[in-house]
């Protein structure tokens, strides 16, 4: 069973990083609560499919997507809340474990830890990626209200 303050301390280590990366005061509270919701969605999928990379995957997603919306509104880029918010959910630990098992010279379990540790990786990789092309397509700054249509060339612009 899932701890209930977990997204409590992700968003407390996020704020961290995320004074640790300079971040405006005011987005602050910003990342941590991305990455406190994505902890959330971490627990919950990965409670309910006993999968680590689905877990991470939808957390990487939702983090994404509320980077994303959250960026439109304050006309800020997606990047300054997503590379806080992502930090709680990077397999630091399997990295470690991989790199001391093959000082140690368990092949096998440095092999497996490590394909783990892609595998994890790779899915937070595609979560966001997946999270930006739907935000893309949805293109959340019509939502916002600040739309400013596809950047042309100047060239390319309809004379006014």
């Given at each position: 069973?899932?701890?209930?303050?977990?997204?409590?301390?992700?968003?407390?280590?996020?704020?961290?990083?995320?004074?640790?990366?300079?971040?405006?005061?005011?987005?602050?509270?910003?990342?941590?609560?991305?990455?406190?919701?994505?902890?959330?969605?971490?627990?919950?999928?990965?409670?309910?499919?006993?999968?680590?990379?689905?877990?991470?995957?939808?957390?990487?997603?939702?983090?994404?997507?509320?980077?994303?919306?959250?960026?439109?509104?304050?006309?800020?880029p997606a990047s300054v809340?997503?590379?806080?918010?992502?930090?709680?959910?990077?397999?630091?630990?399997?990295?470690?474990?991989?790199?001391?098992?093959?000082?140690?010279?368990?092949?096998?379990?440095?092999?497996?830890?490590?394909?783990?540790?892609?595998?994890?990786?790779?899915?937070?990789?595609?979560?966001?990626?997946?999270?930006?092309?739907?935000?893309?397509?949805?293109?959340?700054?019509?939502?916002?209200?600040?739309?400013?249509?596809?950047?042309?060339?100047?060239?390319?612009?309809?004379?006014?």
């Amino acid at each position: 069973m899932p701890a209930p303050l977990e997204p409590l301390w992700a968003a407390v280590a996020t704020a961290g990083f995320a004074l640790l990366f300079n971040l405006r005061r005011r987005d602050v509270p910003i990342a941590a609560l991305g990455a406190a919701l994505g902890w959330a969605v971490y627990m919950l999928v990965s409670s309910v499919t006993a999968a680590q990379a689905v877990g991470l995957f939808a957390a990487a997603a939702v983090i994404g997507l509320w980077a994303e919306f959250v960026a439109a509104f304050l006309r800020r880029p997606a990047s300054v809340y997503i590379v806080c918010a992502i930090i709680p959910l990077v397999p630091g630990g399997g990295m470690y474990y991989t790199m001391l098992a093959s000082v140690k010279g368990q092949t096998w379990n440095a092999l497996t830890t490590g394909l783990a540790t892609l595998q994890a990786a790779g899915a937070i990789a595609a979560g966001l990626a997946l999270s930006g092309a739907f935000a893309r397509l949805l293109s959340l700054r019509r939502l916002a209200g600040k739309w400013t249509g596809p950047v042309h060339s100047r060239r390319d612009r309809p004379r006014r």
